[in-house]
């Protein structure tokens, strides 16, 4: 079929339709006879029998204008009626009735586009419409989007609103608010039902009678009728009565809504879904017009089912799929006739909606999709054909926003039946090419909307308009007088403006059913199941007894239900990727750009306006939209990927895909503003473009690096209208010498928009290949909405997308460039808020677990429950009722969750995502410094998507059942072992303490301890991702499979200085580690809140013990490879733990003085954080002393290394201070852990003091017999050790007597004695055999010490006597002390001078002595 303006060129102006003597022989186009029968079988009435052939008129075309007018000829009362709309009696305002956005609300307000739909964006925002009425019965309808707080009614113009109060909270204004079932007139009653999302709300008002009421339209399931479903229209009855009227009293639709609630009201420009006998909606409907519409459709299908046979001379029947238009002038000349008079109605919104949605949707039921699809371009063919293109465009676009409408609100039934008609017809619109690519461009992503929206003010209080149509999909509303214009109020008129600039999204969505009847799950899944405890990873739950065989068959059961309504939701997954697959369709590129380069240019937008929104509210495409979207988005991708590869041996399958690295570089794909690995793009461009010169043949102007620079001090500042001038293209020239400066290039107006490469000077260098002059490639790169296929594909010395490519990249083509970039759109996807979408779907799953648990111990309370106590026994069986209701309920919920996000299908995209980021990952890490170039999000993606594998799609999908698993877990942990310390990645993110950072410290999850809004750098996120990695046995032995260089490299990192860098998440990978191995560090629940509360399921969990022997090896090897690593290390860890725990206990002080006040006091809940995070702290940063002096205790014990000494003395004085910290009897820390404060739950003497313990007997039990001397006498040096202190830890009050037994310990205090079931036999045997062996060193050196003279005591500590003196200073103190000292300073700590050697004291004092007697 030839479309308009290729081959028959038909148009209503070229038509001679009218009677006219110089062509009266039309009719000699078939036999008269013949003709007669066939236009007065299309022409007739079809409200009127057939007229005999003898009776009737002949018709020919000279008399058929006549005929038709005849035809359409409509009372002429109604004619009246519909030309005098706007003065009907009882009605008030424009006959087009609307939401008044210029100045009937309150509150801050999103509305739509047509000024029908309304969404809240303040607390509680009020709109009401443009008409009133004052007289007679009037109705609207009111289609609910969203369950939650609204209400919904009539108010006068002198009703006044605000925040708190809406409509039904004042006098003459009244509402019913189906969320919280009541009516509202200033007091509030019971009233009517609860509504759901896909309800119509019919409001009514009789001001005859003065009463008002309305009607709720509820889908309800009826297993009986074929279709499963039909329409409950309720009647809620009366809601008031003696309703005010008279002068100055007239009534207008208005609606009050909380934030994010969302409705679309109907006046009447649309049909009444449910009208009502004697009401009349406010907004007439075109009823003459209708008619008419009616009569020309019932005309335009007899042609599609008449077929002419001259031959023969007689007509045809047949059916409409099998008509085919055939150029026979008298079918031409019938449908012109048609169309002369159709296509003015084709233009409004009510008769598209009711004419030619209906029969459309008709054809769809009626056939196949194949009929189907044939019929419908049969139809638009005739549309694109007869009628001008505005008029075709015009009905386009009300057809598609009618049935993006219709797909949006309609109801979940068990069958999906609505929704898959709707998609049938769209595909079947779409399948055609010409309103293809009209509707891509101008309907389902429209783009010029946003320019304006985002360049200019909205109208009414924002602008300078009444009539606000700068956005095409939603205005903002906000009141002149109570909410002032900023830069706040422009910026949400933007985003907003963009929400539907993918309209199509919508398409995509199945949104999730709010009533389980509603979507007949309850015949679907008649039997429920539930698990019985979590088996997400790193959470262990309490055993429980086997499944019995009656819970296996509950679960079989379920299980098949779960699978029919998986088959029945992937038949319409599978439509909506069929419309993507359109979407993406490149090779209808007849006369035109093709349909998947027009997707791109828009796709793109799309993504710049979400990227640019993130972290702002709202979000411009809702997170669950999103996630559907992807998910299509990747199948109808890998759908071409594989495609092209079928036809191109030498491309890449899908399973391979990744993304190059010149796409980060080049220029051709724009990145907005979102952050690089590297740092700023324009800042890499200036400090890497010799790289980008020397690796991919770019050459970027200097002076072009200098003007962008200076246009970064005013970006934010630049005008609307400057921006609309700045030039979008560049040209680069191959050559290499760099090119003379273009004029353009100086503008200062190049700013944000234009920072990145592809508008810039970008030259191609002399290639690897020499090129000839004639050779040289001119190379243009333009802005999104200007390129074209060339561009992104590329051509012969072109490579489009990838121009730029590295010597590491090989030559042959992965795929085509477009579907590159898509890919690389769906990864940003992902990132801007797919991933958040999956973490909070997991509620669902978490809602049952909790109720489960209920019900599992409601029922063991019924079995423990005396029977004599009834009234017990009776509460408990109503509570098992509602659990057991509720988990119903809500186990169906999860079915429908896992069947539309977490199913097996779905896992696969994820996992295929991950896969691709790993590559593409790979690949920049091989181009060296322009690694720097990638956008973070891949990193981000990366580390997201693995943690969505393990944590989210659980028990009912595995991991480990994916292919590749474990290939795919190892290249993870060797990117993230490399990259955490990779010094091309800047970190960009505000952390305010770099010293505490995010991360727990015993195996705790991570802690925002100082801002709960700070978002972690790149550099963070990587070491958060590696802290988790160790956590878990597959992980880690993925870690373990790397190779050894890239092991050994972040093992190093790790044991770098602590200082300048995010120490404690450092520190949590070492304890991970080394976890499993310390004294009493088995536990995965904190042991001391076992033992006060036994049975409290709700304990915090910590990962099960998983420590690697491998990476330890590797610790003890690089501490002992040089004379630098290991005191550098150390001496930064005891540095935090010094400052570690005394933060901590200055916070305790300041909570018990808190808590000891007579007045009530609150601690802040931010204090008690931070103040368990340095006791955490403290406890990790002990166990990696553990594990170093474990694994190499030379580095304390041998002596003839320059700090053994030094670390072990300021060691000794840390555990020393710990120990009579916590030890001291009724000192500051019992009082607080004896408080129990939410929020110090880890809080208390087993975590701290098995730390300490296990560092004492690692020096002193196990270490060779030199060390433990060592050890020992260092120890009992130290002025603060106390023995009472290691006779605490056995929980004896005094040292036992020297060769006594250790005496029974007191039950009433703290003992180690009574964690046997954390700590061994063997451990419990080391401590008796260390408090021994200090008991009698201790002895000892309280006998053999000898007074010493203050003035042979060092002047720094005062506790150990003078052994050093400083050159050439000659001040004298102990060794530890100037050890320490010179650590961090080489000024002398007295005179500030530069010490140049330490020498003993006792070779001073000979040297002294000698020079004396000389």
């Given at each position: 079929?030839?479309?308009?303006?290729?081959?028959?060129?038909?148009?209503?102006?070229?038509?001679?339709?009218?009677?006219?003597a110089e062509k009266s022989r039309v009719t000699g186009i078939v036999h008269e006879k013949l003709l007669d029968d066939y236009l007065h079988r299309i022409f007739s009435s079809t409200g009127r029998a057939p007229?005999?052939?003898?009776?009737?008129?002949?018709?020919?075309?000279?008399?058929?204008?006549?005929?038709?007018?005849?035809?359409?000829?409509?009372?002429?009362?109604?004619?009246?009626?519909?030309?005098?709309?706007?003065?009907?009696?009882?009605?008030?305002?424009?006959?087009?009735?609307?939401?008044?956005?210029?100045?009937?609300?309150?509150?801050?307000?999103?509305?739509?586009?047509?000024?029908?739909?309304?969404?809240?964006?303040?607390?509680?925002?009020?709109?009401?419409?443009?008409?009133?009425?004052?007289?007679?019965?009037?109705?609207?309808?009111?289609?609910?989007?969203?369950?939650?707080?609204?209400?919904?009614?009539?108010?006068?113009?002198?009703?006044?609103?605000?925040?708190?109060?809406?409509?039904?909270?004042?006098?003459?204004?009244?509402?019913?608010?189906?969320?919280?079932?009541?009516?509202?007139?200033?007091?509030?009653?019971?009233?009517?039902?609860?509504?759901?999302?896909?309800?119509?709300?019919?409001?009514?008002?009789?001001?005859?009678?003065?009463?008002?009421?309305?009607?709720?339209?509820?889908?309800?399931?009826?297993?009986?009728?074929?279709?499963?479903?039909?329409?409950?229209?309720?009647?809620?009855?009366?809601?008031?009565?003696?309703?005010?009227?008279?002068?100055?009293?007239?009534?207008?639709?208005?609606?009050?809504?909380?934030?994010?609630?969302?409705?679309?009201?109907?006046?009447?420009?649309?049909?009444?879904?449910?009208?009502?006998?004697?009401?009349?909606?406010?907004?007439?409907?075109?009823?003459?017009?209708?008619?008419?519409?009616?009569?020309?459709?019932?005309?335009?299908?007899?042609?599609?089912?008449?077929?002419?046979?001259?031959?023969?001379?007689?007509?045809?029947?047949?059916?409409?799929?099998?008509?085919?238009?055939?150029?026979?002038?008298?079918?031409?000349?019938?449908?012109?006739?048609?169309?002369?008079?159709?296509?003015?109605?084709?233009?409004?919104?009510?008769?598209?909606?009711?004419?030619?949605?209906?029969?459309?949707?008709?054809?769809?039921?009626?056939?196949?999709?194949?009929?189907?699809?044939?019929?419908?371009?049969?139809?638009?063919?005739?549309?694109?054909?007869?009628?001008?293109?505005?008029?075709?465009?015009?009905?386009?676009?009300?057809?598609?926003?009618?049935?993006?409408?219709?797909?949006?609100?309609?109801?979940?039934?068990?069958?999906?039946?609505?929704?898959?008609?709707?998609?049938?017809?769209?595909?079947?619109?779409?399948?055609?090419?010409?309103?293809?690519?009209?509707?891509?461009?101008?309907?389902?992503?429209?783009?010029?909307?946003?320019?304006?929206?985002?360049?200019?003010?909205?109208?009414?209080?924002?602008?300078?308009?009444?009539?606000?149509?700068?956005?095409?999909?939603?205005?903002?509303?906000?009141?002149?007088?109570?909410?002032?214009?900023?830069?706040?109020?422009?910026?949400?008129?933007?985003?907003?403006?963009?929400?539907?600039?993918?309209?199509?999204?919508?398409?995509?969505?199945?949104?999730?059913?709010?009533?389980?009847?509603?979507?007949?799950?309850?015949?679907?899944?008649?039997?429920?199941?539930?698990?019985?405890?979590?088996?997400?990873?790193?959470?262990?739950?309490?055993?429980?007894?086997?499944?019995?065989?009656?819970?296996?068959?509950?679960?079989?059961?379920?299980?098949?239900?779960?699978?029919?309504?998986?088959?029945?939701?992937?038949?319409?997954?599978?439509?909506?990727?069929?419309?993507?697959?359109?979407?993406?369709?490149?090779?209808?590129?007849?006369?035109?750009?093709?349909?998947?380069?027009?997707?791109?240019?828009?796709?793109?937008?799309?993504?710049?306006?979400?990227?640019?929104?993130?972290?702002?509210?709202?979000?411009?495409?809702?997170?669950?939209?999103?996630?559907?979207?992807?998910?299509?988005?990747?199948?109808?991708?890998?759908?071409?990927?594989?495609?092209?590869?079928?036809?191109?041996?030498?491309?890449?399958?899908?399973?391979?895909?990744?993304?190059?690295?010149?796409?980060?570089?080049?220029?051709?794909?724009?990145?907005?503003?979102?952050?690089?690995?590297?740092?700023?793009?324009?800042?890499?461009?200036?400090?890497?473009?010799?790289?980008?010169?020397?690796?991919?043949?770019?050459?970027?102007?200097?002076?072009?690096?200098?003007?962008?620079?200076?246009?970064?001090?005013?970006?934010?500042?630049?005008?609307?209208?400057?921006?609309?001038?700045?030039?979008?293209?560049?040209?680069?020239?191959?050559?290499?010498?760099?090119?003379?400066?273009?004029?353009?290039?100086?503008?200062?107006?190049?700013?944000?928009?234009?920072?990145?490469?592809?508008?810039?000077?970008?030259?191609?260098?002399?290639?690897?290949?020499?090129?000839?002059?004639?050779?040289?490639?001119?190379?243009?790169?333009?802005?999104?909405?200007?390129?074209?296929?060339?561009?992104?594909?590329?051509?012969?010395?072109?490579?489009?997308?990838?121009?730029?490519?590295?010597?590491?990249?090989?030559?042959?083509?992965?795929?085509?460039?477009?579907?590159?970039?898509?890919?690389?759109?769906?990864?940003?996807?992902?990132?801007?808020?797919?991933?958040?979408?999956?973490?909070?779907?997991?509620?669902?799953?978490?809602?049952?677990?909790?109720?489960?648990?209920?019900?599992?111990?409601?029922?063991?309370?019924?079995?423990?429950?005396?029977?004599?106590?009834?009234?017990?026994?009776?509460?408990?069986?109503?509570?098992?009722?509602?659990?057991?209701?509720?988990?119903?309920?809500?186990?169906?919920?999860?079915?429908?969750?896992?069947?539309?996000?977490?199913?097996?299908?779905?896992?696969?995209?994820?996992?295929?995502?991950?896969?691709?980021?790993?590559?593409?990952?790979?690949?920049?890490?091989?181009?060296?410094?322009?690694?720097?170039?990638?956008?973070?999000?891949?990193?981000?993606?990366?580390?997201?998507?693995?943690?969505?594998?393990?944590?989210?799609?659980?028990?009912?999908?595995?991991?480990?059942?994916?292919?590749?698993?474990?290939?795919?877990?190892?290249?993870?942990?060797?990117?993230?072992?490399?990259?955490?310390?990779?010094?091309?990645?800047?970190?960009?993110?505000?952390?305010?303490?770099?010293?505490?950072?995010?991360?727990?410290?015993?195996?705790?999850?991570?802690?925002?301890?100082?801002?709960?809004?700070?978002?972690?750098?790149?550099?963070?996120?990587?070491?958060?991702?590696?802290?988790?990695?160790?956590?878990?046995?597959?992980?880690?032995?993925?870690?373990?499979?790397?190779?050894?260089?890239?092991?050994?490299?972040?093992?190093?990192?790790?044991?770098?200085?602590?200082?300048?860098?995010?120490?404690?998440?450092?520190?949590?990978?070492?304890?991970?580690?080394?976890?499993?191995?310390?004294?009493?560090?088995?536990?995965?629940?904190?042991?001391?809140?076992?033992?006060?509360?036994?049975?409290?399921?709700?304990?915090?969990?910590?990962?099960?013990?998983?420590?690697?022997?491998?990476?330890?090896?590797?610790?003890?090897?690089?501490?002992?490879?040089?004379?630098?690593?290991?005191?550098?290390?150390?001496?930064?860890?005891?540095?935090?733990?010094?400052?570690?725990?005394?933060?901590?206990?200055?916070?305790?002080?300041?909570?018990?003085?808190?808590?000891?006040?007579?007045?009530?006091?609150?601690?802040?809940?931010?204090?008690?954080?931070?103040?368990?995070?340095?006791?955490?702290?403290?406890?990790?940063?002990?166990?990696?002393?553990?594990?170093?002096?474990?694994?190499?205790?030379?580095?304390?014990?041998?002596?003839?290394?320059?700090?053994?000494?030094?670390?072990?003395?300021?060691?000794?004085?840390?555990?020393?201070?710990?120990?009579?910290?916590?030890?001291?009897?009724?000192?500051?820390?019992?009082?607080?852990?004896?408080?129990?404060?939410?929020?110090?739950?880890?809080?208390?003497?087993?975590?701290?003091?098995?730390?300490?313990?296990?560092?004492?007997?690692?020096?002193?039990?196990?270490?060779?017999?030199?060390?433990?001397?060592?050890?020992?006498?260092?120890?009992?040096?130290?002025?603060?050790?106390?023995?009472?202190?290691?006779?605490?830890?056995?929980?004896?009050?005094?040292?036992?007597?020297?060769?006594?037994?250790?005496?029974?310990?007191?039950?009433?205090?703290?003992?180690?004695?009574?964690?046997?079931?954390?700590?061994?036999?063997?451990?419990?045997?080391?401590?008796?055999?260390?408090?021994?062996?200090?008991?009698?060193?201790?002895?000892?050196?309280?006998?053999?010490?000898?007074?010493?003279?203050?003035?042979?005591?060092?002047?720094?500590?005062?506790?150990?006597?003078?052994?050093?003196?400083?050159?050439?200073?000659?001040?004298?103190?102990?060794?530890?002390?100037?050890?320490?000292?010179?650590?961090?300073?080489?000024?002398?700590?007295?005179?500030?001078?530069?010490?140049?050697?330490?020498?003993?004291?006792?070779?001073?004092?000979?040297?002294?002595?000698?020079?004396?007697?000389?």
């Amino acid at each position: 079929m030839a479309s308009k303006g290729a081959g028959m060129a038909f148009s209503r102006k070229s038509y001679g339709l009218t009677s006219d003597a110089e062509k009266s022989r039309v009719t000699g186009i078939v036999h008269e006879k013949l003709l007669d029968d066939y236009l007065h079988r299309i022409f007739s009435s079809t409200g009127r029998a057939p007229m005999a052939a003898t009776s009737r008129k002949l018709l020919n075309f000279q008399n058929l204008p006549e005929h038709l007018d005849q035809l359409l000829h409509v009372d002429e009362e109604a004619e009246e009626e519909e030309e005098s709309q706007g003065q009907v009696e009882g009605r008030l305002g424009p006959s087009t009735v609307v939401l008044d956005h210029t100045g009937g609300f309150e509150g801050l307000l999103l509305v739509d586009d047509d000024l029908l739909g309304v969404i809240g964006h303040s607390n509680f925002g009020t709109i009401r419409s443009t008409t009133c009425v004052y007289k007679g019965k009037w109705v609207y309808e009111v289609l609910i989007s969203s369950q939650g707080l609204m209400q919904i009614g009539w108010c006068t113009i002198n009703c006044r609103f605000n925040q708190e109060e809406g409509v039904g909270d004042t006098h003459n204004s009244y509402a019913y608010d189906g969320n919280r079932v009541r009516k509202w007139n200033v007091t509030t009653t019971n009233y009517g039902k609860a509504w759901a999302a896909g309800d119509i709300v019919s409001c009514l008002i009789d001001l005859d009678e003065g009463t008002l009421s309305f009607c709720l339209h509820i889908l309800l399931s009826t297993p009986s009728d074929p279709p499963f479903c039909s329409r409950n229209g309720v009647s809620l009855g009366t809601a008031f009565e003696n309703l005010s009227r008279g002068l100055g009293m007239a009534y207008f639709p208005a609606i009050s809504l909380s934030f994010k609630e969302s409705v679309a009201f109907n006046f009447g420009s649309r049909p009444l879904r449910y009208p009502v006998v004697g009401y009349r909606p406010l907004q007439d409907p075109p009823s003459a017009d209708l008619v008419r519409a009616q009569e020309l459709l019932g005309c335009f299908q007899a042609v599609l089912s008449v077929e002419l046979d001259p031959v023969q001379g007689r007509l045809v029947e047949k059916e409409s799929s099998e008509w085919q238009l055939q150029g026979q002038p008298t079918v031409l000349l019938t449908l012109a006739h048609i169309f002369h008079r159709f296509a003015p109605l084709l233009r409004k919104v009510y008769l598209v909606e009711a004419v030619l949605m209906s029969f459309l949707l008709g054809v769809v039921e009626a056939g196949t999709p194949a009929q189907a699809q044939s019929v419908v371009h049969q139809v638009l063919d005739l549309l694109w054909l007869f009628m001008e293109d505005y008029e075709v465009q015009d009905c386009l676009k009300q057809l598609m926003m009618s049935l993006l409408r219709l797909y949006r609100f309609s109801p979940i039934v068990p069958d999906l039946a609505l929704q898959i008609r709707y998609l049938r017809l769209t595909i079947a619109i779409l399948s055609h090419e010409k309103s293809r690519k009209f509707l891509l461009s101008h309907v389902l992503y429209p783009l010029l909307a946003t320019r304006q929206a985002r360049h200019g003010v909205p109208s009414g209080p924002l602008g300078g308009r009444n009539k606000y149509r700068g956005c095409q999909a939603l205005s903002l509303a906000v009141p002149p007088s109570s909410v002032p214009v900023t830069s706040l109020h422009r910026a949400l008129a933007w985003k907003w403006a963009c929400f539907d600039v993918l309209r199509s999204v919508v398409f995509f969505y199945i949104k999730s059913p709010l009533r389980v009847e509603e979507a007949g799950l309850q015949e679907l899944i008649p039997t429920t199941w539930w698990p019985h405890r979590s088996s997400r990873e790193g959470k262990e739950s309490k055993e429980v007894k086997d499944e019995t065989s009656e819970e296996r068959l509950r679960r079989r059961a379920y299980e098949r239900g779960c699978q029919r309504l998986k088959k029945r939701i992937e038949v319409v997954e599978e439509l909506q990727v069929q419309i993507l697959k359109l979407l993406l369709n490149n090779q209808d590129d007849n006369g035109g750009e093709a349909s998947r380069y027009i997707f791109l240019t828009k796709f793109r937008k799309f993504l710049q306006e979400n990227a640019s929104s993130r972290g702002n509210m709202p979000m411009l495409c809702p997170p669950e939209y999103m996630v559907c979207f992807l998910h299509r988005l990747i199948s109808a991708l890998r759908y071409y990927w594989d495609e092209y590869k079928a036809s191109n041996p030498r491309a890449t399958f899908s399973e391979e895909a990744y993304i190059p690295p010149q796409v980060f570089y080049n220029g051709k794909v724009d990145y907005f503003d979102l952050q690089r690995l590297g740092g700023l793009l324009s800042h890499l461009r200036k400090t890497l473009k010799d790289d980008l010169a020397s690796k991919a043949n770019i050459l970027i102007d200097p002076l072009e690096l200098q003007a962008a620079t200076m246009d970064d001090l005013d970006e934010d500042e630049e005008p609307a209208p400057a921006a609309a001038q700045r030039p979008m293209q560049a040209l680069a020239m191959g050559g290499a010498l760099p090119l003379p400066r273009p004029s353009w290039l100086s503008s200062p107006t190049l700013g944000r928009a234009n920072r990145f490469l592809s508008t810039a000077a970008v030259s191609l260098m002399t290639p690897r290949r020499p090129l000839s002059t004639s050779e040289k490639v001119k190379v243009r790169t333009l802005s999104a909405e200007q390129r074209t296929r060339e561009d992104i594909e590329g051509s012969q010395w072109n490579e489009g997308l990838l121009v730029g490519r590295p010597p590491e990249e090989p030559e042959q083509p992965l795929t085509e460039n477009s579907l590159l970039e898509v890919l690389d759109g769906a990864i940003m996807m992902y990132n801007l808020s797919v991933h958040q979408q999956l973490g909070k779907m997991v509620g669902v799953s978490d809602d049952v677990n909790e109720y489960a648990m209920a019900l599992r111990d409601t029922e063991d309370k019924l079995r423990r429950c005396p029977k004599r106590r009834k009234d017990i026994l009776a509460e408990l069986t109503k509570s098992q009722k509602v659990f057991s209701e509720k988990l119903d309920h809500l186990s169906r919920r999860l079915a429908w969750v896992h069947a539309t996000v977490y199913s097996q299908e779905k896992m696969q995209d994820i996992y295929w995502l991950l896969r691709v980021c790993l590559r593409t990952i790979e690949h920049g890490d091989r181009t060296g410094p322009l690694f720097a170039f990638m956008p973070e999000f891949y990193l981000s993606v990366a580390i997201n998507s693995y943690s969505a594998l393990k944590n989210y799609f659980g028990p009912v999908h595995s991991m480990e059942e994916l292919p590749g698993y474990e290939e795919t877990l190892t290249r993870l942990a060797a990117i993230l072992a490399k990259h955490f310390a990779d010094t091309r990645i800047v970190g960009t993110g505000e952390v305010p303490d770099r010293g505490l950072g995010e991360m727990g410290t015993d195996g705790m999850a991570p802690l925002a301890i100082f801002c709960a809004q700070c978002q972690p750098d790149i550099r963070d996120s990587l070491m958060q991702a590696l802290a988790s990695y160790v956590c878990y046995p597959n992980s880690l032995r993925a870690v373990e499979r790397i190779p050894e260089e890239q092991r050994i490299a972040m093992v190093r990192s790790l044991l770098a200085p602590y200082e300048q860098r995010p120490w404690a998440q450092t520190n949590w990978i070492l304890v991970r580690l080394w976890r499993g191995c310390g004294f009493g560090y088995r536990y995965t629940r904190l042991p001391h809140l076992l033992k006060t509360k036994p049975e409290d399921a709700n304990l915090p969990s910590l990962q099960k013990p998983c420590p690697s022997t491998l990476l330890q090896q590797h610790m003890a090897d690089l501490l002992r490879e040089g004379p630098d690593v290991a005191p550098s290390f150390l001496n930064s860890v005891l540095n935090q733990l010094n400052w570690a725990f005394s933060e901590f206990i200055g916070m305790i002080q300041e909570i018990q003085q808190a808590a000891e006040r007579l007045e009530r006091n609150f601690v802040d809940s931010r204090q008690l954080k931070v103040c368990a995070t340095c006791f955490d702290l403290s406890v990790s940063l002990l166990r990696v002393l553990e594990m170093t002096i474990t694994l190499v205790p030379e580095i304390f014990l041998d002596w003839a290394q320059p700090t053994s000494e030094m670390l072990l003395r300021r060691l000794a004085q840390l555990l020393n201070q710990v120990l009579n910290r916590v030890t001291a009897e009724r000192n500051l820390f019992d009082r607080v852990v004896t408080l129990r404060l939410p929020g110090l739950e880890s809080v208390d003497h087993y975590p701290i003091l098995v730390a300490v313990t296990g560092i004492l007997v690692r020096l002193l039990v196990h270490g060779p017999a030199s060390g433990t001397e060592r050890a020992t006498s260092v120890l009992l040096a130290d002025p603060c050790f106390q023995l009472r202190s290691i006779c605490y830890l056995l929980g004896q009050p005094e040292p036992p007597t020297p060769g006594t037994a250790l005496p029974a310990p007191d039950q009433k205090r703290f003992s180690l004695q009574s964690y046997t079931d954390y700590i061994s036999v063997e451990e419990l045997a080391q401590v008796e055999q260390m408090l021994a062996h200090l008991t009698s060193a201790s002895a000892q050196a309280a006998a053999a010490s000898l007074p010493t003279s203050e003035e042979d005591l060092c002047p720094i500590c005062y506790a150990h006597p003078i052994s050093a003196v400083f050159q050439p200073c000659g001040h004298k103190s102990c060794k530890a002390c100037i050890n320490q000292h010179l650590m961090n300073n080489k000024d002398c700590f007295f005179c500030k001078a530069t010490i140049v050697s330490v020498e003993d004291w006792d070779k001073a004092a000979s040297a002294s002595a000698t020079s004396s007697a000389a």
